[in-house]
């Protein structure tokens, strides 16, 4: 028997990867990331005020990223396993994402004609995309050093998830700093910031990622 044929033997009979030293990798470079763009973030911008706390807008934002950083780390962890589908996650994500659109939907459709657009474009919608995109980059280096160690075969699509958990993660951070109340502007502006990082990430994957 050749030694490709006996490889590709073994790897089909193989399954998926284990499973516990990727989630261990993944979480110490979120959790490295995270800190590190909290310390960026905290640099450069003032916090919420603690008022502010007592509302919902900055409630919804902080569930939104931590769902939708959740269920993109889930899929970064399925690319980052030869053998895992990758599937349930995708559908996960676009769970959150349908859940978040739906809810600007309802808001806005419950909010007052002359008051909508405010509740979309707020203060600075594209400063939003911006910061939402530069508090992710700690996390987005962090999950590239990380992958580069573990063993994905599809690197555009495990640098696209990279990129939207980093984007998810940086959409928290940044929420600490916000006070921004609309939905829809958080539905899409901030949504709008996260995938920025996910192009980016689907774009440069399979340079950076290769192993």
Request: aromatic share 6%; net charge positive; glycine share 10%.
């Amino acid at each position: 028997m050749k030694t490709d044929d006996l490889i590709e033997m073994l790897a089909r009979q193989a399954g998926a990867a284990p499973r516990q030293p990727v989630l261990r990798t993944l979480a110490t470079a979120i959790g490295a990331g995270a800190l590190l763009s909290l310390m960026l973030v905290g640099v450069l911008k003032a916090p919420v005020p603690a008022a502010f706390w007592l509302t919902l807008a900055p409630w919804i934002k902080l569930l939104y990223g931590l769902a939708l950083a959740a269920t993109a780390l889930w899929w970064v962890g399925r690319s980052a396993r030869p053998g895992a589908p990758q599937r349930p996650a995708q559908v996960a994500v676009l769970a959150v994402l349908a859940a978040m659109l739906s809810l600007a939907a309802a808001s806005w459709f419950g909010t007052p004609a002359p008051e909508r657009l405010a509740t979309l474009m707020g203060g600075d919608p594209f400063g939003c995309i911006r910061n939402v995109a530069l508090s992710a980059l700690p996390v987005a280096a962090a999950l590239c050093v990380a992958l580069r160690r573990l063993a994905p075969t599809q690197l555009r699509s495990a640098g696209a998830a990279a990129g939207l958990a980093a984007g998810a993660v940086g959409s928290v951070v940044y929420s600490l700093t916000c006070t921004e109340t609309g939905i829809p502007f958080t539905a899409v502006w901030y949504t709008a910031g996260m995938v920025v990082v996910a192009g980016l990430g689907a774009l440069l994957g399979p340079r950076l990622l290769r192993w």
